[in-house]
């Protein structure tokens, strides 16, 4: 086998096809880093696949940053070219598409994969030794579709020695800053100027050279309580003022209290070396999964993740050969040209310096407008494929040009670029006398297309790839997603339990603890004190708890809880409401550093009335801890609790946009579809009313002149058939004139007036008779405006009345009136058995 990458052949320009010369590329040019760009379908991920696929064969491990989902394909290794290998992986509605089953759409694809690999002279050997080159799995970090990832591993201290490395450490630090900076909002931040970025650097700074590790709990808490007193030449009070850095530990206490965030603190750590080798020596190839992740979290992680394999690179002794492989698979957003995101920062360095210690970048793109070219100059290996556009071609021979110093044909670039052809590729290598053109291989691996989440665990089980949790407590995990058909997913990763306040039942006497007491311990000033009745019997506590019936009451003991509860009231005039719910919280045993999950601990709550308004007088008092004790912390707990409530408050409304009409929580279903459907009904017949108007007045118009037309016919037919008799007798009596021999040119004058005057009379009746035809055809016409009119608006509003939205309501911060917040005393009863004293709760919810 030899020691080169396998890329595909020559390209042949003028008849298309490739020439037959292999296309061999030597893996240590890589140390100089690599580009690879095309647009979409022009055979990047074939390219860049292939490049892993030769990677792997040669024994280098990698790390690959799949913001798509496109390079999950690595791990569809079918050496038999079985086509029920495929068939899991193929979309049956592109199959239904092409009119073909999923049978024969997975036997057409096994087909192909045999023709085309023969074709570029890959045999089954050679498919095997794939197989067995590396370990491949797919990490979801934020997710348990694949192998979780903890990034808290990424705030512990790193093992390096802070004196030596200071330097390295220190970069580390500011980009690990910029990251969780990023994750809550904080965009293209300033390390010299950002206080925030400044605050937390220091923090890292004083832990880490302490060789003490932070988590993101301990990093909230030492924000509110920095481990030292200045900053620069400023205490940090005066840089930074305690009420500025409660709002930026509030902020990250989000993150944390956040139950989508329990999955990033799960998994595989970002432990560099146990990513790119398994413990039995092979290499890795560990595919991190980041389509599932929202734009901030992708930056999140992507930071954490280039800073750990920076962290690692410098551990590692100089090389000259490649060790190991950084694979991003789209770097548009990450490599900016003037913005600067966290993780632009290691990127940079790294493309500078790791050449030296033996890792090789590389970094693909389909915007080539968008990335920093100077950054990209330190690359010696392009591979660029077809572009969409002119511009995107222009803007990367500009970045090309300037990376080469001069030394590029310009012209010639740009003609080789305008006649690329799918998987056609030109390989610009500074290592190489001049750039050659060549079409890809065949990949080796099956190009299913992107991955979704949910076939994650079935991709991992197909190689064998999980992790098994070392944590001991754990909490029944949540149902996985669907894998494809055929395919069980892997086991579910054990997730770490919600901290929550300890059970009071089985609890050691307080009897006994000197930190118990018949006096009350006394509350911060202006805190207020609540007295949770006694609402369960001594026998009921006892039951309710499991205790055993023979117990003895021995006494009752208050122990200290924080309490809260609010009045939310919504108000929108738009839709009626005024309306408003109490959400309350009880919380045992607060957390002392003041971080409170609310979500864990929402109760119903006795309204103030039915409080006790003092203890029992024979009872005794655990102690008052942090954070109860602690004015400050109760005063930014009742500020996290306000913004909690803000945050997880809201009424639905029912609406009708179209009729107007809403629906407040409190108007039952049937009364508002009554509504709906009278508006409905109302608006129908507006709408006639408004649409047959005219057309009624125009009816009424032609009415009018069919009466009068009408009339005039009449007065027509008449005087027709008067002028007709006296034309008959006018012509009578010529005949008579003629026979009695009197001839008599008057007499014929006056039967052609007569003749005239029927004429006319005649012509008069003949043209009503067609007005009044015409206005029978305008009534007609009219009349079908009119029906269609009813029709038009019967079909407008008949479903108008079903057309019904849901609208969520948030509340203002300032609807939200916190009525009950302080320290609430919980009663228990001391009951004494054989196996000693144990407590059970006097008060339920």
Same mark, same amino acid.
């Given at each position: 086998?030899?020691?080169?990458?396998?890329?595909?052949?020559?390209?042949?320009?003028?008849?298309? !096809?490739? @020439?037959? %010369?292999?296309?061999? +590329?030597? $893996? /240590?040019?890589?140390?100089?880093?690599? =580009?690879? *760009?095309?647009?979409?379908?022009?055979?990047?991920?074939?390219?860049?696949?292939?490049?892993?696929?030769?990677?792997?064969?040669?024994?280098?491990?990698?790390?690959?940053?799949?913001?798509?989902?496109?390079?999950?394909?690595?791990?569809?290794?079918?050496?038999?070219?079985?086509?029920?290998?495929?068939?899991?992986?193929?979309?049956?509605?592109?199959?239904?598409?092409?009119?073909?089953?999923?049978?024969?759409?997975?036997?057409?694809?096994?087909?192909?994969?045999?023709?085309?690999?023969?074709?570029?002279?890959?045999?089954?050997?050679?498919?095997?030794?794939? !197989?067995? @080159?590396? %370990?491949?799995?797919? +990490?979801? $970090? /934020?997710?348990?579709?694949?192998?979780? =990832?903890? *990034?808290?591993?990424?705030?512990?201290?790193?093992?390096?020695?802070?004196?030596?490395?200071?330097?390295?450490?220190?970069?580390?630090?500011?980009?690990?800053?910029?990251?969780?900076?990023?994750?809550?909002?904080?965009?293209?931040?300033?390390?010299?100027?950002?206080?925030?970025?400044?605050?937390?650097?220091?923090?890292?700074?004083?832990?880490?050279?302490?060789?003490?590790?932070?988590?993101?709990?301990?990093?909230?808490?030492?924000?509110?309580?920095?481990?030292?007193?200045?900053?620069?030449?400023?205490?940090?009070?005066?840089?930074?003022?305690?009420?500025?850095?409660?709002?930026?530990?509030?902020?990250?206490?989000?993150?944390?209290?956040?139950?989508?965030?329990?999955?990033?603190?799960?998994?595989?750590?970002?432990?560099?070396?146990?990513?790119?080798?398994?413990?039995?020596?092979?290499?890795?190839?560990?595919?991190?999964?980041?389509?599932?992740?929202?734009?901030?979290?992708?930056?999140?992680?992507?930071?954490?993740?280039?800073?750990?394999?920076?962290?690692?690179?410098?551990?590692?002794?100089?090389?000259?050969?490649?060790?190991?492989?950084?694979?991003?698979?789209?770097?548009?957003?990450?490599?900016?040209?003037?913005?600067?995101?966290?993780?632009?920062?290691?990127?940079?360095?790294?493309?500078?310096?790791?050449?030296?210690?033996?890792?090789?970048?590389?970094?693909?793109?389909?915007?080539?407008?968008?990335?920093?070219?100077?950054?990209?100059?330190?690359?010696?290996?392009?591979?660029?494929?077809?572009?969409?556009?002119?511009?995107?071609?222009?803007?990367?021979?500009?970045?090309?040009?300037?990376?080469?110093?001069?030394?590029?044909?310009r012209a010639a670039l740009d003609r080789l670029i305008s006649g690329l052809g799918k998987r056609v590729f030109i390989m610009h290598n500074v290592h190489e006398k001049q750039p050659i053109l060549f079409q890809t291989r065949w990949a080796m691996n099956f190009l299913a297309g992107p991955m979704t989440r949910a076939q994650i665990p079935a991709l991992n089980k197909l190689v064998g790839a999980s992790f098994q949790s070392t944590v001991s407590s754990v909490q029944s995990p949540a149902e996985p997603p669907a894998a494809p058909e055929g395919f069980e997913p892997i086991p579910a990763v054990a997730a770490i339990p919600v901290e929550a306040a300890p059970p009071i039942v089985n609890r050691k006497s307080s009897i006994e603890n000197p930190q118990s007491s018949i006096?009350?311990?006394?509350?911060?000033?202006?805190?207020?004190?609540?007295?949770?009745?006694?609402?369960?019997?001594?026998?009921?506590?006892?039951?309710?708890?499991?205790?055993?019936?023979?117990?003895?009451?021995?006494?009752?003991?208050?122990?200290?809880?924080?309490?809260?509860?609010?009045?939310?009231?919504?108000?929108?005039?738009?839709?009626?409401?005024?309306?408003?719910?109490?959400?309350?919280?009880?919380?045992?045993?607060?957390?002392?550093?003041?971080?409170?999950?609310?979500?864990?601990?929402?109760?119903?709550?006795?309204?103030?009335?039915?409080?006790?308004?003092?203890?029992?007088?024979?009872?005794?008092?655990?102690?008052?801890?942090?954070?109860?004790?602690?004015?400050?912390?109760?005063?930014?707990?009742?500020?996290?609790?306000?913004?909690?409530?803000?945050?997880?408050?809201?009424?639905?409304?029912?609406?009708?946009?179209?009729?107007?009409?809403?629906?407040?929580?409190?108007?039952?279903?049937?009364?508002?579809?009554?509504?709906?459907?009278?508006?409905?009904?109302?608006?129908?017949?507006?709408?006639?009313?408004?649409?047959?108007?005219?057309?009624?007045?125009?009816?009424?118009?032609?009415?009018?002149?069919?009466?009068?037309?009408?009339?005039?016919?009449?007065?027509?037919?008449?005087?027709?058939?008067?002028?007709?008799?006296?034309?008959?007798?006018?012509?009578?009596?010529?005949?008579?004139?003629?026979?009695?021999?009197?001839?008599?040119?008057?007499?014929?004058?006056?039967?052609?007036?007569?003749?005239?005057?029927?004429?006319?009379?005649?012509?008069?009746?003949?043209?009503?008779?067609?007005?009044?035809?015409?206005?029978?055809?305008?009534?007609?016409?009219?009349?079908?405006?009119?029906?269609?009119?009813?029709?038009?608006?019967?079909?407008?509003?008949?479903?108008?009345?079903?057309?019904?939205?849901?609208?969520?309501?948030?509340?203002?911060?300032?609807?939200?009136?916190?009525?009950?917040?302080?320290?609430?005393?919980?009663?228990?009863?001391?009951?004494?058995?054989?196996?000693?004293?144990?407590?059970?709760?006097?008060?339920?919810?």
């Amino acid at each position: 086998m030899t020691d080169k990458f396998y890329l595909g052949k020559l390209h042949d320009p003028a008849s298309g !096809k490739a @020439a037959g %010369q292999p296309v061999q +590329y030597d $893996p /240590g040019d890589l140390t100089t880093h690599g =580009v690879v *760009v095309g647009m979409t379908g022009s055979g990047k991920t074939g390219l860049c696949i292939a490049l892993m696929e030769e990677a792997a064969l040669q024994g280098i491990p990698a790390i690959l940053i799949d913001p798509k989902g496109d390079l999950t394909n690595l791990l569809l290794h079918f050496p038999d070219l079985a086509p029920q290998d495929f068939q899991p992986w193929l979309d049956p509605e592109l199959a239904r598409r092409a009119g073909k089953s999923v049978e024969q759409a997975s036997t057409d694809a096994a087909l192909a994969w045999r023709n085309g690999l023969a074709e570029w002279g890959i045999d089954r050997e050679r498919m095997l030794a794939l !197989k067995n @080159a590396a %370990q491949f799995a797919v +990490y979801t $970090p /934020g997710s348990d579709a694949g192998i979780p =990832v903890s *990034v808290l591993s990424s705030l512990a201290a790193p093992g390096l020695d802070w004196a030596t490395n200071r330097e390295v450490l220190t970069e580390r630090i500011a980009s690990t800053v910029t990251a969780i900076l990023g994750l809550v909002g904080y965009e293209d931040v300033d390390p010299l100027r950002s206080r925030e970025h400044i605050l937390l650097a220091n923090i890292f700074q004083s832990a880490w050279s302490q060789g003490k590790s932070l988590d993101l709990t301990e990093l909230i808490l030492q924000i509110q309580t920095p481990p030292f007193e200045k900053l620069g030449a400023f205490p940090v009070d005066k840089f930074f003022p305690p009420r500025d850095r409660m709002e930026l530990a509030l902020q990250l206490n989000n993150i944390l209290a956040a139950p989508t965030f329990e999955l990033w603190r799960i998994g595989q750590p970002l432990d560099i070396p146990s990513l790119l080798y398994a413990p039995d020596g092979r290499p890795r190839h560990s595919v991190f999964y980041l389509a599932h992740l929202a734009d901030s979290e992708r930056m999140f992680f992507v930071t954490l993740l280039l800073s750990a394999v920076e962290t690692w690179m410098r551990t590692q002794a100089g090389a000259t050969s490649l060790r190991a492989l950084l694979y991003m698979d789209e770097i548009f957003g990450y490599l900016p040209p003037s913005r600067n995101p966290s993780s632009k920062q290691p990127l940079l360095r790294m493309l500078k310096q790791a050449r030296a210690f033996g890792l090789g970048l590389l970094l693909a793109t389909q915007n080539p407008v968008d990335v920093d070219y100077k950054a990209l100059s330190n690359a010696g290996t392009w591979f660029i494929g077809k572009l969409q556009t002119d511009q995107d071609k222009q803007r990367l021979l500009d970045g090309l040009e300037s990376a080469a110093s001069g030394t590029l044909n310009r012209a010639a670039l740009d003609r080789l670029i305008s006649g690329l052809g799918k998987r056609v590729f030109i390989m610009h290598n500074v290592h190489e006398k001049q750039p050659i053109l060549f079409q890809t291989r065949w990949a080796m691996n099956f190009l299913a297309g992107p991955m979704t989440r949910a076939q994650i665990p079935a991709l991992n089980k197909l190689v064998g790839a999980s992790f098994q949790s070392t944590v001991s407590s754990v909490q029944s995990p949540a149902e996985p997603p669907a894998a494809p058909e055929g395919f069980e997913p892997i086991p579910a990763v054990a997730a770490i339990p919600v901290e929550a306040a300890p059970p009071i039942v089985n609890r050691k006497s307080s009897i006994e603890n000197p930190q118990s007491s018949i006096t009350r311990p006394s509350a911060p000033a202006g805190i207020a004190e609540f007295f949770l009745p006694m609402n369960l019997s001594f026998v009921r506590a006892l039951t309710d708890a499991g205790q055993s019936g023979d117990a003895v009451q021995s006494g009752i003991l208050y122990r200290p809880a924080l309490i809260a509860s609010a009045q939310v009231r919504f108000l929108d005039r738009k839709y009626n409401l005024d309306t408003d719910m109490v959400k309350s919280a009880l919380v045992p045993e607060p957390d002392p550093r003041g971080v409170v999950r609310w979500d864990d601990f929402v109760t119903a709550l006795p309204e103030a009335g039915q409080m006790d308004p003092a203890p029992d007088p024979q009872a005794r008092f655990a102690a008052l801890d942090a954070p109860l004790s602690d004015a400050r912390l109760l005063a930014a707990l009742q500020h996290d609790f306000t913004d909690w409530i803000y945050r997880t408050s809201k009424v639905t409304i029912r609406a009708n946009q179209a009729l107007g009409i809403f629906a407040t929580p409190d108007v039952s279903q049937t009364e508002f579809m009554k509504a709906c459907t009278d508006a409905a009904v109302q608006a129908r017949e507006d709408e006639i009313a408004k649409a047959t108007a005219a057309i009624d007045r125009q009816i009424k118009t032609l009415q009018d002149k069919i009466s009068r037309e009408e009339r005039e016919l009449r007065m027509d037919e008449t005087e027709l058939s008067q002028r007709k008799g006296e034309e008959l007798a006018t012509h009578a009596e010529n005949v008579l004139g003629v026979f009695g021999g009197r001839k008599s040119t008057r007499r014929l004058s006056s039967s052609l007036t007569k003749r005239r005057m029927t004429e006319q009379a005649k012509e008069d009746v003949e043209e009503s008779i067609a007005a009044l035809n015409q206005y029978d055809a305008e009534m007609r016409q009219l009349e079908e405006s009119r029906q269609q009119a009813l029709d038009g608006a019967g079909a407008k509003w008949e479903n108008a009345a079903s057309d019904v939205t849901q609208v969520p309501l948030l509340p203002k911060k300032t609807d939200i009136y916190v009525q009950v917040f302080g320290v609430a005393w919980m009663p228990v009863y001391l009951a004494q058995s054989a196996g000693g004293t144990v407590e059970v709760p006097a008060f339920s919810a």
